[in-house]
């Protein structure tokens, strides 16, 4: 998320350095990644006059130029550029600059004898465009030796900053600002909106039916007429290309403006275009495609919520509208949308589909439910303005089952406690306050405060408001403890089971195996492999990370094959994981397990030693001996063989109960892998 910061010191005064905010910012729990400081990017770059223009005299295609930059002595500057002619203002770097396009500082030289005390740029080189055929030529009356950071209005400071899930409310200038305020004691200003009614004339003109209140829970619209479209405002388009978004129109682009405002996703249809003069908000139910406004046909899920007309459908709720309503250079009338979309299901849609945009984004996080009413008129206002366009009187705003805020309880000892601090009633009330988190009433030995709808998908325990307190106040003001009042036994930590697997561990790596650790998740073409009844996933984060794994098998065998494919023939692993399974009565169960690997070569080649295998014999002399330094000396050995994925196992019992499973991979099973070296391996559960 980028933040203007002349765009947030339009809602908050900042008394505040650069450094000083980074630094506030940082300590409030907001990640800072990177500051980009326009004007530096632009420093010994300014206004130029050329005095005069004479061909060079040891080059055809190089020109001698005398250029005024302001800088008191009139500079002799040799450039290339066809273009070149005395009388013309031009954009001049002077020694010491960095041109943005590609990074080389301008120095004095000599070119073909001639010297140059700088460079007359072009506008590819300042990375204003791609022609790079001639210098760019300014308008004559521009002050010589003003800064051309200034000429281009790139006086701004981006912050760019990195938003974790859990706070959706940042990704605004408006929700920069609250977190600011709480840096330099100044209150928000926010925008003032009309108070428009609903129902009136606009609900003649259009309607709004919510089939699915639990994916829509709010939907709100203007309707704005007689609009011409065309380009932005300087101001708006500059706003929008520092924050990292492409000005299309004025339409679009108020849009995206109010966005990122106040981090209320919006869209404008246009309405002529909309059939039935009705929006109807439904799942898409049988609806198998739809193509977006980018031009490309998406398949479509049963469950994914669509903004529909009489007859189509003409968005994707929440991520990305459609080419058959989008805003064109004929558009007349805009109906602007602005709604509460859930969050789930959102993001569920937004995998499916492969589509993340800046709307999905902000909706899969929670947006201000409060803000949709606002947002829709802020927009109808702003298009009205620069499109020229009158608001149809009325608003409407369908919201079947109100969402009231969160109501969270805090104990101030339990505060003190925690925080180690000492936090009085008026200090905690003052410190949250500031983020508008308002306090209600005291009842119990409890404050009960009020949850902004911005944050109702963050802040719902009493932990998260200790967490807030703390973070306002400054954590660097929590202090260390005088004395360690914590004391533990060893016991708490260490038991059989674990006793038990150090000194295999131990023994393992001794005896020249590797560890390795593998992922619990796994493909479930593999596990099927192995097994009928696992543990699947409801919501993978991947189709290679299903289900839960059953054995240690699948993890390893990703291993050897890595390690094939790198040249690393003679492995010796050893894992030691929890494996999971469903018990009689339905339960998910996780165990541990150990499991041995030996696989491809016994040794490395050399002059000595005949290449051969691992093979049976050596994964049984590492079994015994591990059972020795475990001190198991009676146990059976049972021979299996198998025509399936192993070619055979060897099952070591001890009084009825399996302590150790040998076998090895058949070689039609590794096939299937592209593994063409043995494997064979060792299973011990940790039954301690």
């Not at 100044?186 to 709004?208: M, Q």
């Not at 004025?250 to 209320?264: A, F, H, K, T, W």
């Not at 505060?415 to 008026?426: A, E, H, Q, V």
């Not at 307190?469 to 016991?491: C, Q, T, V």
């Amino acid at each position: 998320m980028k933040i203007s910061l002349n765009w947030l010191r339009q809602y908050i005064d900042i008394n505040l350095s650069i450094d000083d905010l980074v630094k506030g910012f940082t300590n409030l729990g907001i990640e800072v990644e990177s500051v980009e400081n326009q004007a530096e990017k632009l420093d010994k770059f300014v206004i130029g006059k050329v005095i005069e223009r004479v061909k060079h005299p040891n080059a055809d295609k190089l020109s001698v130029c005398k250029v005024d930059a302001g800088t008191g002595e009139i500079l002799n500057i040799v450039c290339g550029a066809p273009n070149v002619d005395s009388g013309q203002t031009v954009c001049v770097a002077l020694v010491g600059a960095i041109v943005p396009n590609g990074g080389f500082e301008i120095k004095k030289a000599k070119l073909r004898g001639e010297v140059s005390e700088g460079m007359i740029c072009s506008s590819k080189e300042l990375n204003l465009g791609e022609d790079h055929s001639g210098i760019m030529v300014l308008q004559t009356d521009l002050p010589i030796g003003t800064p051309f950071a200034e000429y281009l209005k790139q006086n701004d400071v981006i912050i760019e900053i990195s938003i974790t899930p859990n706070r959706g409310d940042l990704l605004s200038h408006l929700g920069i600002a609250l977190e600011t305020g709480a840096l330099t004691g100044h209150k928000v200003n926010e925008p003032e909106v009309y108070d428009i009614a609903t129902g009136g004339e606009l609900s003649k003109k259009i309607t709004v039916e919510i089939k699915d209140p639990d994916a829509c829970l709010r939907y709100c619209g203007t309707l704005v007429e007689n609009v011409t479209v065309g380009e932005s405002p300087d101001w708006l388009k500059n706003y929008l290309s520092s924050v990292g978004l492409r000005p299309i129109n004025n339409i679009v682009d108020v849009s995206n403006y109010v966005m990122m405002e106040c981090g209320q996703p919006l869209h404008a249809f246009d309405y002529d275009m909309i059939s039935g003069k009705k929006i109807i908000i439904k799942r898409a139910e049988g609806l198998k495609k739809f193509t977006t406004l980018d031009g490309k046909e998406r398949v479509l899920r049963d469950d994914i919520l669509l903004i529909c007309d009489t007859d189509k459908p003409v968005a994707l709720a929440g991520i990305m509208g459609g080419a058959n309503s989008e805003i064109s250079s004929n558009t007349k009338n805009v109906f602007i949308e602005s709604a509460y979309f859930n969050p789930v299901l959102t993001r569920k849609s937004s995998k499916f589909l492969g589509l993340q945009s800046d709307s999905s984004y902000r909706f899969e996080r929670g947006v201000d439910i409060d803000k949709t009413k606002w947002a829709s008129v802020r927009a109808a206002m702003l298009i009205a303005e620069l499109g020229g366009g009158k608001i149809v009187n009325g608003l409407i705003d369908e919201y079947p089952h109100k969402l009231e805020k969160l109501k969270v309880g805090l104990r101030i000892p339990y505060l003190n406690r925690i925080t180690g601090s000492d936090y009085s009633k008026d200090r905690t009330i003052e410190l949250l306050q500031m983020i508008g988190i308002n306090f209600i009433e005291e009842e119990s030995g409890k404050l009960y405060f009020d949850i902004p709808q911005s944050r109702r998908e963050d802040l719902t325990r009493e932990i998260d408001l200790i967490e807030e307190a703390a973070r306002l106040d400054g954590y660097d003001k929590i202090g260390e403890p005088d004395s360690e009042s914590l004391k533990f036994e060893i016991n708490d930590f260490y038991g059989k089971e674990y006793d038990f697997v150090m000194k295999v561990r131990s023994y393992l790596i001794g005896r020249g195996f590797h560890e390795i650790l593998s992922d619990s998740l796994v493909d479930e073409k593999l596990v099927s492999m192995f097994n009928e009844d696992y543990v699947s996933l409801l919501n993978p984060s991947s189709e290679q990370m299903t289900v839960l794994r059953t054995n240690l098998h699948q993890g390893m065998l990703e291993v050897v094959k890595m390690n094939f494919e790198h040249m690393n023939n003679s492995l010796k692993f050893f894992e030691v994981g929890n494996v999971f399974s469903y018990s009689k009565e339905g339960k998910i169960v996780e165990n541990k397990s150990i499991l041995l690997t030996l696989a491809g070569d016994y040794d490395v080649e050399s002059a000595d030693t005949k290449p051969r295998y691992f093979d049976i014999l050596d994964i049984k002399a590492e079994v015994k001996g591990l059972l020795e330094k475990l001190n198991v000396e009676f146990y059976n050995i049972n021979y299996y063989n198998y025509t399936g994925n192993f070619e055979f196992q060897l099952n070591y019992e001890i009084k009825g109960n399996s302590a150790a499973t040998v076998s090895k991979f058949s070689d039609k099973f590794l096939k299937k892998l592209n593994i063409d070296k043995p494997v064979l391996i060792c299973e011990i559960p940790c039954l301690v």
